[in-house]
Every structure is written in structure tokens, then in C-alpha cells.
């Protein structure tokens, strides 16, 4: 008899971001499933950052490449809203649904997000945010301190902190930041269909999206759970990736 095969997980980074991301996740995980995790396009150094139906086009050509019918899909931030659309549009592909501190509908959206969503005004901010955030992380002791204080590794900061200081990261964040304002309305006019078993988990302590972004979601999404970590801001598969674990592996037991 022919051993079954593994599970499938694959994981959706934010913006900006990168499948490292996610690297305290797939050590939890430890060899229970057969992980992807996917630098999205715009993130990978190949191709350009596109639209979330490019996403989730993206995140099925992974899922076929591995040959994989679906999988658990999780996202964080922007990549929650990757995988939710795919959920809505692919149900097939779905098996559950995993979504970090999800910017996923209009509620994650401040009065700011339309402004650095602007033509001009999304390249020049995206470049003063991030090249800023690279300076102060190329910093030795000022990144020490940082991943200290976040309780996050010093390799992966020095390693956001090369990406940020690049003007293709600059694009591709200025890029999603209109995708999040034009399209999230076109989402949340689709959570009703997903039909996949969801679990959110909000961090009680996150600055970027506001409480009450999650707090919808979980209605709009049926049957969705909501999880609030007391540890984690909106970094919340770095900081508290064992709650992403357990949701993970919930979703695999069910």
C-alpha cells in the first residue's frame, strides 16, 4: 500500500514581505505537512507585483507545480486577502483558511492607506517609509536592539532590512497599496461565499490594522473563529507563531 500523501500548507506573505516571513511557522510545523511558502509576485526579485486574481493565479500555479488538488491556505495582512479571494473564487483549491492579522476588508483601510495609495504620493512615501526602515536596520546595534525589544531574529531583520533598502521593494509596496484600496471593496463583496473552515487571529497589541477590521471579518466570513493574541502586534506569524501552528495543525486534524 502506497503511503498517503502529506498534507498541503501553503503560506501567503504581507506587504511587504517575504516567504521568510513565515520560517518560525514552518519549524513549528516540523515535517507535518508539505509547506510552500511563496514570495508573491512583486516579492520575488522576478516578476512584477500584480492585482489579488493575479495573486491567487500565482498561488494555484504552486499548488499545481507541487501537485497539489488544495491545500491550507494561510495569509498575513495583505496575503490574508490572497488567500481569502482564493477561497472565494477557487473553493475547490481550499480546504481551510488560516488568516493573520488579515487586511481583507474595508475596515483594515485608515484615512492614510487612500492617501499612500495616491500616484505620486504612494512611490515617494513608500520610499521614505522603507528606505528609512533599511538605514536604521543596517544599523548593527540599533537592529540588535530592535530584535530584542520584538523578540525577533537579528538574520531576519538584517535581511528585511537589505530588502527595504531596495527601490523594487519600494514599487512593489507603492504598487499593493493601490491594489488594497481599489480592490478590497470587490473582496469583501465575496467573503459571503467562502466556505472553507476560517480562523482569524488578531493581535491584541497591532498598530497597522485597527481591532475592528478582524471583529467584521469573523461575521462576514461564515462560520469564522476569531483568535486574539495577547503577545503579538501585527507581526503575528514572527510573534506568535505558535498560535499560527495550532491553528494550522487544527485545520489539518479537521
Not at 102 to 113: C, F, R, S
Given at each position: 500500500?502506497?503511503?498517503?500523501?502529506?498534507?498541503?500548507?501553503?503560506?501567503?506573505?504581507?506587504?511587504?514581505?517575504?516567504?521568510?516571513?513565515?520560517?518560525?511557522?514552518?519549524?513549528?510545523?516540523?515535517?507535518?505537512?508539505?509547506?510552500?511558502?511563496?514570495?508573491?509576485?512583486?516579492?520575488?526579485?522576478?516578476?512584477?507585483?500584480?492585482?489579488?486574481?493575479?495573486?491567487?493565479?500565482?498561488?494555484?500555479?504552486?499548488?499545481?507545480?507541487?501537485?497539489?488538488?488544495?491545500?491550507?491556505?494561510?495569509?498575513?495582512?495583505?496575503?490574508?486577502?490572497?488567500?481569502?479571494?482564493?477561497?472565494?473564487?477557487?473553493?475547490?483549491?481550499?480546504?481551510?483558511?488560516?488568516?493573520?492579522?488579515?487586511?481583507?476588508?474595508?475596515?483594515?483601510?485608515?484615512?492614510?492607506?487612500?492617501?499612500?495609495?495616491?500616484?505620486?504620493?504612494?512611490?515617494?512615501?513608500?520610499?521614505?517609509?522603507?528606505?528609512?526602515?533599511?538605514?536604521?536596520?543596517?544599523?548593527?546595534?540599533?537592529?540588535?536592539?530592535?530584535?530584542?525589544?520584538a523578540r525577533l531574529d537579528d538574520a531576519y531583520l538584517r535581511a528585511a532590512g537589505r530588502a527595504a533598502r531596495r527601490p523594487r521593494t519600494w514599487r512593489a509596496y507603492a504598487s499593493e497599496q493601490r491594489t488594497l484600496v481599489r480592490e478590497l471593496p470587490a473582496l469583501q463583496r465575496r467573503l459571503e461565499r467562502i466556505a472553507a473552515p476560517?480562523?482569524?487571529?488578531?493581535?491584541?497589541?497591532?498598530?497597522?490594522?485597527?481591532?475592528?477590521?478582524?471583529?467584521?471579518?469573523?461575521?462576514?466570513?461564515?462560520?469564522?473563529?476569531?483568535?486574539?493574541?495577547?503577545?503579538?502586534?501585527?507581526?503575528?506569524?514572527?510573534?506568535?507563531?505558535?498560535?499560527?501552528?495550532?491553528?494550522?495543525?487544527?485545520?489539518?486534524?479537521?
Open positions: 500500500m502506497l503511503p498517503a500523501p502529506s498534507p498541503i500548507v501553503l503560506l501567503l506573505h504581507g506587504q511587504p514581505g517575504s516567504a521568510a516571513d513565515w520560517d518560525r511557522v514552518v519549524s513549528g510545523l516540523d515535517g507535518r505537512a508539505d509547506v510552500i511558502a511563496l514570495d508573491r509576485p512583486g516579492w520575488d526579485r522576478r516578476t512584477r507585483p500584480c492585482d489579488l486574481p493575479g495573486n491567487a493565479r500565482a498561488a494555484l500555479a504552486a499548488l499545481d507545480a507541487r501537485g497539489a488538488p488544495r491545500a491550507v491556505v494561510a495569509g498575513h495582512s495583505l496575503g490574508a486577502a490572497v488567500a481569502a479571494w482564493l477561497a472565494a473564487t477557487h473553493p475547490e483549491r481550499v480546504s481551510a483558511l488560516v488568516l493573520a492579522a488579515p487586511a481583507a476588508n474595508e475596515d483594515a483601510l485608515y484615512a492614510i492607506d487612500r492617501w499612500l495609495a495616491a500616484p505620486v504620493a504612494a512611490e515617494l512615501a513608500a520610499g521614505a517609509l522603507l528606505g528609512g526602515l533599511g538605514a536604521a536596520l543596517a544599523v548593527a546595534p540599533l537592529r540588535r536592539a530592535i530584535a530584542a525589544a476560517t480562523t482569524i487571529i488578531a493581535g491584541a497589541r497591532d498598530r497597522i490594522l485597527p481591532p475592528r477590521a478582524a471583529q467584521r471579518l469573523s461575521r462576514q466570513i461564515p462560520g469564522a473563529l476569531l483568535e486574539v493574541s495577547p503577545v503579538a502586534g501585527h507581526l503575528v506569524p514572527q510573534r506568535d507563531p505558535d498560535r499560527v501552528v495550532a491553528a494550522i495543525d487544527a485545520a489539518l486534524a479537521g
